[in-house]
């Protein structure tokens, strides 16, 4: 089945660096969804891209798509402890509605 | 902003008992799901549910799971005869398209003893 990787699995982050969180598959996605997990929570859809070499913005978190449509990309500047969570990107395969999450990038922040 | 709601927050079963977990999606949604996640390890895809029947599942969904919309509202999963590794905190999604961005409630912590 489809599968899709992420690195790194932990991410430790000084409060104000930047970070990159990235997602890679073998496969050519049809789109790739973002979601969020507060620690305690569930996971909230952040944004899906679907075009090649697509850039989405949400203030601090800058979302890419590969041009290739292989791999993706979440970068968060300026961390906050509010960014505090584990970041999954998940795939659905075209004419599905399953979606396949990666194995997430836990992000820890520290003031 | 409408939620999806499940209930209840957490539910402790002794092993081999059989469980209802019970979730309302978001009420114009079409397409209901149900993940699991076990402690520390990413999201896992159980089931898929459309006009009142099951549009897809996973391996780990075999004959010991059920799901049902008994009523307009509620989207049950029952898990017969639980076991060790079935504590897992399950969530319920539902989206209103699909393809579309699916929106997850809070879980159900499930505890096997």
């Known amino acids: 089945g489809q599968q899709v990787m992420q690195i790194p699995q932990y991410q430790h982050v000084q409060e104000g660096e930047d970070f990159t969180t990235y997602c890679n598959s073998s496969t050519t996605l049809s789109n790739i969804q973002w979601y969020k997990q507060r620690p305690g929570g569930h996971p909230v859809f952040l944004i899906q891209l679907v075009k090649s070499g697509e850039v989405k913005k949400q203030k601090r978190l800058t979302f890419q798509f590969g041009e290739a449509k292989k791999n993706s990309s979440l970068h968060i500047t300026a961390t906050q402890t509010t960014d505090v969570g584990t970041y999954f990107c998940?795939?659905?395969?075209?004419?599905?509605?399953?979606?396949?999450f990666g194995g997430g990038t836990r992000v820890l922040v520290k003031p | 902003e409408p939620e999806v709601t499940q209930t209840p927050s957490h539910q402790v079963t002794q092993m081999g008992q059989e469980v209802i977990l019970r979730c309302v999606p978001i009420?114009?949604?079409?397409?209901f799901y149900w993940y699991r996640q076990i402690l520390g390890q990413k999201v896992e895809f159980l089931v898929s549910?459309?006009?009142?029947?099951?549009?897809?599942k996973s391996e780990i969904f075999d004959d010991q799971f059920s799901v049902e919309r008994p009523d307009g509202s509620n989207f049950t999963l029952k898990i017969r005869s639980t076991k060790l590794e079935d504590s897992a905190m399950y969530f319920c999604?539902?989206?209103?398209?699909?393809?579309?961005?699916?929106?997850f409630g809070d879980g159900t912590r499930l505890s096997i003893l």
């Open positions: 009420s114009n949604h079409l397409y």
């Open positions: 999604a539902s989206s209103e398209i699909q393809g579309q961005p699916q929106h």
């Open positions: 998940a795939v659905i395969k075209a004419a599905g509605n399953k979606l396949t």
């Open positions: 549910f459309y006009n009142n029947e099951i549009s897809e």
